[in-house]
């Protein structure tokens, strides 16, 4: 029981890291805190590789850790960091204390409504599941609530996170191929989604979400 | 086997429905052909043509009578489609269809004027005005009647106002206005009628008997309706206004036709349809004060006009006055029971009728004329166009002689008959008859002189002395078919003048057969008679003869007496101006001319001030009676359709806040959406 309580521990910890990714003002240290939060994925992912004695698992907290923690983060910073709009600012539409509230209120939905599920796999660690769920969650609610493209980008990869932990807790042996899938997709998703941030800050000189609105052909 | 012809020519009544079906199809043909100017007006003129003719065909052997009638089956029950063509209605149709013939020739040239201005449309007002007209006059049913009253007064209307400048539309409004208020209290004397007669048809109103104040207050109704499209003084206030405003084929029509279908319906109410229960005499007055009233003001506002078809509009005025004293001793003859009295009156009404209505559709294609070259109204601009002009101007002095009854135009026979019935009614009848019909003679006396004078300004301020006109150079004659319409009018005008012996007991008989009277001798071989030899003779021939003899007989003596008819050289030379150089200021002017008749009549033109200001008050009452509909009219909207329309909208701009294009709003959708479906799933 260790395990999975270690396991709704990390998941915790999760909710946190998120909210410093969509907290911090700059781009920089999102990728830096977003690396952090990959990291306790992967702390996850072993957590549970150890609980449930999934072998797959494994692997995935390998190439999770390859993907999400080095790579992803090292292409944001690279991309992000010469990226910068003084006029924006952080971008963000709520405060951080209202965000902090907003994701309370969310997992707290997320878990009322994970409670409702009955699932004999998943009995023990329904409140990893809720937070997962609330990752997936925070993920949009990043994008809606920050006007900062980059922040979409970092949004992106907070729900992907959320739900490749989804994934993970409900079907923990899994064959690793679609780990695989899953970590390159992200990968390549993070690549277009650089490039095209880079190329809009190129032409609008604006990372103005709300300037966008008149992007045509 | 015998085939039965659909069309027989030989039948007044099927040339008279031939004549209709031309009309409306040249008309309907014209609208059609609108997008081809010069197709319409060639399409609308020539059905005018053939229609004319055809009416022409119908109507001179129904002179004599005896009456036809026509009859179908109605939409309703009491609308019997009835058209009867007794002699009184076969006279209006046959000048109605002179008329019209001579306006479509003359429209051929002069309706190129209006080019680009929806001649296709003109064509067809005009054809349906014209059929319209003729419809009315055969109407035998109060219904029909009624409907074909008002499409002549709706086709009318669009053709006052044709230009659509201010002044034509202002002008259209007017008569707008009173030709409905008339035809409201026709209505109302048709309904009175039809109460006693138990059915709409005219045949029954002739034998129904109304009972004594109700016979009056029908005719009143039927007076006063009638009269207003007549023009009578004081309900002519339109009538200086609508005529100059249509174009000068339309006035033409309406000036020499249309107002004497007033006089048409007047005559109709108080003699035909009234036949059994009328014979009031105080009618016959009334309408004698009516006829003189408006002869006289009419020629004095004509006088101080300087808009030449304003004048021609007065003028009208004015010989629907004598017209109406015509009537008014025909009346009076009925009333005190002398039917020689009345067929005498009613026959020298119905001849001025003809006349005026040939003589003034030949001064207003006159004027039209003019103002197709000089493009003004204002005679004070026109001057010296006899030398440019001759054929236009030859045919208006012949107008301008005829409507001025200078023997032996037909205008002065006519005048004559009138003049003879009324001193005929003084020896006759009670002491009130005594009184009024000198004095209405004097009115008429008094009128005829003014007229001259009239004349006399209106033909030398536009066709003798200096030219006035800015571009005297550019002026020359009318096109060919122009000149043929006037002229056809101004021979018709010496034709019914001189053969006034020949026509005169032609309208005799029309006005005898109208009363049910016995005929009366009008002319005895060359001489024209009032009825009794011992009264007055007269003869038009015999005086032309004379004329012609006073200008060729000292030329004839000249001759053998020196042996030559050369004359002497004429002096071409500027006139005598005191000593100064002559130039175009120093002629009289049209205004300089009627200044003493301005300063003596003054108080009448206060009159008229005063009618028009009573005028101006109707008018300004109606239109605020439209602007208060106008702002109330549209409460429905207000209250029903622009709440709905301005939700849709306001809705929809907001529907448009949702499709703002951010994409993070769309995301927030996703978010809702989802989060919706977990609480569903919740639950």
């Known amino acids: ?217 | 086997m015998t085939m039965i012809p659909l069309v027989s020519l030989h039948d007044p009544l099927h040339l008279l429905l031939l004549s209709l079906a031309i009309s409306v199809c040249g008309g309907v043909a014209s609208l059609l052909l609108r997008a081809c100017d010069g197709a319409a007006i060639r399409v609308a003129g020539l059905a005018g043509i053939a229609a004319a003719v055809a009416g022409l065909g119908a109507s001179l052997p129904a002179l004599s009578g005896p009456a036809l009638v026509f009859e179908a089956a109605g939409p309703y029950p009491f609308a019997h489609f009835v058209l009867r063509l007794d002699p009184l209605a076969a006279l209006l149709i046959a000048v109605i269809s002179l008329l019209s013939l001579v306006a479509w020739i003359y429209s051929l040239a002069y309706v190129r004027e209006y080019a680009g201005k929806g001649v296709g449309a003109m064509g067809f007002f005009m054809n349906l005005f014209i059929a319209s007209m003729v419809l009315v006059v055969a109407a035998d049913n109060a219904f029909w009647f009624i409907i074909f009253f008002e499409m002549m007064s709706l086709t009318s209307y669009f053709l006052v106002i044709f230009d659509q400048d201010e002044e034509a539309v202002s002008a259209g409004f007017l008569y707008f206005l009173v030709a409905h208020a008339g035809s409201v209290l026709i209505m109302a004397a048709f309904f009175i009628m039809a109460n006693y007669a138990g059915s709409y048809d005219f045949a029954a109103f002739r034998t129904a008997s109304v009972p004594a104040p109700l016979n009056s207050v029908v005719f009143l109704l039927g007076f006063l309706g009638f009269g207003a499209k007549a023009g009578m003084i004081p309900l002519h206030i339109w009538l200086p206004r609508a005529h100059p405003a249509a174009p000068s084929h339309a006035s033409a029509l309406m000036s020499g036709v249309m107002i004497k279908i007033g006089v048409f319906g007047i005559v109709k109410v108080g003699i035909d349809l009234l036949g059994a229960s009328g014979g009031v005499l105080w009618w016959g007055l009334l309408v004698l004060v009516f006829g003189a009233v408006s002869s006289v003001l009419g020629v004095v506002y004509a006088l101080v006009e300087h808009d030449i078809k304003k004048l021609l509009a007065y003028h009208s005025v004015e010989n629907i006055g004598i017209i109406l004293l015509g009537v008014g001793v025909g009346m009076i003859g009925i009333g005190i029971g002398q039917p020689i009295l009345a067929v005498l009156g009613l026959m020298a009404g119905l001849y001025h009728l003809v006349n005026h209505a040939i003589f003034k559709g030949l001064l207003f294609l006159g004027a039209g004329s003019v103002i197709y070259r000089l493009h003004t109204k204002d005679m004070e601009k026109m001057g010296g166009l006899a030398r440019t002009m001759p054929w236009t101007a030859f045919s208006f002095l012949i107008g301008a002689l005829a409507i001025s009854a200078i023997p032996p135009l037909n205008g002065f026979v006519s005048e004559w008959y009138t003049y003879q019935s009324l001193f005929a009614a003084a020896f006759s009848g009670s002491w009130l008859v005594k009184l009024a019909t000198p004095i209405a003679a004097m009115l008429l006396a008094l009128t005829g002189a003014l007229a001259v004078m009239c004349f006399v300004k209106a033909y030398g301020v536009i066709f003798s002395g200096p030219s006035r006109h800015a571009h005297p150079d550019d002026v020359r004659e009318v096109p060919a078919t122009m000149v043929i319409g006037m002229v056809i009018l101004a021979i018709a005008c010496v034709v019914l003048g001189l053969a006034a012996p020949v026509v005169a007991p032609v309208i005799s008989g029309i006005a005898a057969a109208t009363l049910g009277a016995a005929t009366i001798t009008v002319a005895d071989g060359v001489l024209l008679i009032p009825a009794d030899a011992h009264q007055a003779v007269l003869s038009t021939p015999l005086i032309a003869v004379m004329l012609i003899g006073a200008a060729v007989l000292p030329l004839l003596l000249k001759s053998a007496l020196s042996g030559s008819l050369r004359l002497p050289a004429r002096q071409a030379a500027a006139p005598w101006a005191a000593g100064y150089l002559p130039d175009a200021h120093m002629s009289a002017t049209a205004g300089g001319f009627a200044q003493p008749i301005r300063m003596f009549f003054g108080p009448l033109y206060e009159v008229r001030k005063s009618i028009a200001a009573v005028w101006s008050k109707v008018t300004f009452g109606f239109e605020r009676f439209i602007s208060f509909a106008r702002r109330s009219e549209p409460c429905w909207d207000r209250a029903l359709v622009d709440p709905v329309g301005e939700g849709v909208v306001a809705s929809g701009r907001r529907l448009q806040a949702i499709q703002g294009g951010d994409f993070r709003v769309y995301c927030l959708y996703i978010v809702a959406a989802l989060v919706i479906l977990l609480v569903l799933t919740v639950r």
């Open chain 1, 1 to 217: 029981m260790v395990g999975f309580q270690l396991i709704n521990g990390l998941a915790g910890l999760l909710i946190i890291t998120s909210l410093l990714v969509i907290l911090s003002d700059r781009p920089g240290n999102s990728a830096r805190f977003y690396a952090l939060q990959s990291l306790v994925l992967v702390a996850l992912f072993l957590a549970l590789a150890e609980a449930t004695d999934s072998h797959e698992l494994y692997l995935w907290s390998a190439s999770a850790f390859v993907t999400k923690v080095v790579l992803v983060p090292l292409i944001m910073y690279r991309a992000f960091s010469k990226l910068s709009d003084p006029k924006l600012g952080s971008g963000a539409v709520l405060s951080p204390a209202l965000s902090v509230v907003l994701a309370a209120l969310v997992v707290i939905l997320c878990y009322s409504v994970v409670s409702g599920v009955s699932l004999p796999a998943a009995a023990a660690i329904k409140p990893a599941l809720a937070v997962s769920l609330a990752h997936f969650f925070l993920g949009l609610a990043c994008i809606v609530t920050q006007r900062n493209i980059l922040k979409q980008v970092f949004g992106y990869c907070l729900m992907e996170n959320g739900s490749h932990l989804t994934l993970a807790l409900l079907a923990a042996k899994a064959p690793e191929l679609v780990e695989v899938g899953i970590a390159t997709d992200a990968i390549f998703a993070v690549v277009i989604m650089a490039v095209l941030g880079t190329k809009i800050f190129l032409t609008l000189h604006t990372l103005d979400a709300r300037q966008l609105t008149t992007l045509k052909g």
